[in-house]
Each structure stands twice: as C-alpha cells, then as structure tokens.
C-alpha cells in the first residue's frame, strides 16, 4: 500500500486508518495493531509538526512476518534518531519535553530508521509479526 496525503493538515485520522486498513495490516493481532498505531500516530504527528511539509506519502510492505511502514516528506531535513533518548528514569519535573513519542517507537518496532534523500526526509519502521 502507497498513499500520498496533500496536503496534509487535519487528516492524521485518515492516514492512520490507511496504515491499518491496509492489506499488510489486515489479520494481524490486536497487539500488533495497537503497536503500529502509536507509532504511526507518533511519527505523522511529528511531521506535521516539525517537518513544515504539505504532504506525506506512507507506505506499507510486508515480505513473510516482516512488515514495514515508511513515510517521506518533503519538509525540513530533520533526524529525529539524532537525538539523544529522554531519561525517563527522571522525575516528571525535571524530565524535558519531546522525544518520548520516537524512543517508543524505537522501543516497540524491531528496527527505527532515518535518511534524507532527494530532498526528502524518510522514516522507515519494521516489525515482526508473526
């Protein structure tokens, strides 16, 4: 599945259900589906945010349990890996603000990975499914 979003603004709920309606999702556990929407959610949430991009393309692979999900922009060249993990060993008040979202990615996908190339910022995700 390949879906291209332009422009962009307010459509966070339907480029989420893209992902999970798409024929790579389709069958697999609640729990998987529960992992691929956070993520999914966190990752389109900081392009809008960060990236200033009036588009976003996301798409879907699966290649046997392996299912991929990726997302490129054409924003502001942004490596969101690059940044150090929050310490979430911190009291809440002393904790700073940003990078939760990309460190639970990082910690419920298998693999998190980031380029930039022909202009384009592209953030790539997979997880074993079964």
């Not at 529960?34 to 392009?47: G, W």
Request: net charge negative; aromatic share 8%.
């Amino acid at each position: 599945m390949k879906h291209k979003f332009e422009p962009v603004e307010g459509r966070n709920a339907e480029i989420i259900e893209a992902v999970l309606n798409s024929a790579e999702v389709d069958g697999l556990s609640e729990d998987c589906k529960f992992k691929i929407r956070l993520c999914v959610e966190e990752v389109e949430e900081n392009i809008l945010a960060y990236s200033g991009s009036t588009w976003i393309e996301v798409w879907t692979e699966r290649e046997g349990s392996l299912l991929t999900i990726g997302f490129r922009d054409g924003g502001i060249q942004f490596d969101p890996l690059a940044a150090p993990d929050p310490d979430i060993t911190a009291p809440l008040e002393k904790r700073s603000i940003g990078g939760l979202g990309i460190f639970v990615c990082k910690k419920m996908m298998d693999t998190v990975d980031y380029h930039f190339e022909n202009k384009c910022n592209i953030f790539v995700m997979k997880l074993r499914v079964a």
